[in-house]
């Protein structure tokens, strides 16, 4: 599985439209690579040093967080 597989899940099930006006430029995917294979995913609610640092320790290749 690809990291873009989630991405394509994530935009069917929450689409753009259902977003607040503030935050249509921050929605769906912001860096890196969608044809990456999947290793494993990281959920969090904002992302920060300590997040970035543990989805290293653990070989994670996509965070997930609710406020990029």
């Known amino acids: ?3 873009s597989d989630i991405i ?3 935009d069917r099930r929450f ?8 935050d ?5 995917f912001i ?3 969608p044809d990456l ?3 494993n995913i990281l959920l969090a ?6 997040v970035a640092s543990e989805a290293a320790d653990r070989d994670v290749n ?3 967080v609710h406020h990029p």
């Open 45 to 50: 609610l904002d992302l920060n040093f300590e």
């Open 15 to 22: 689409p753009h439209t259902l977003a607040s006006d503030f």
């Open 1 to 3: 599985m690809k990291v």
């Open 37 to 39: 294979e999947l290793k």
């Open 62 to 64: 996509l965070i997930i």
């Open 8 to 10: 394509d899940y994530l």
């Open 24 to 28: 249509l430029n921050r929605v769906g």
């Open 31 to 33: 860096i890196g690579d």
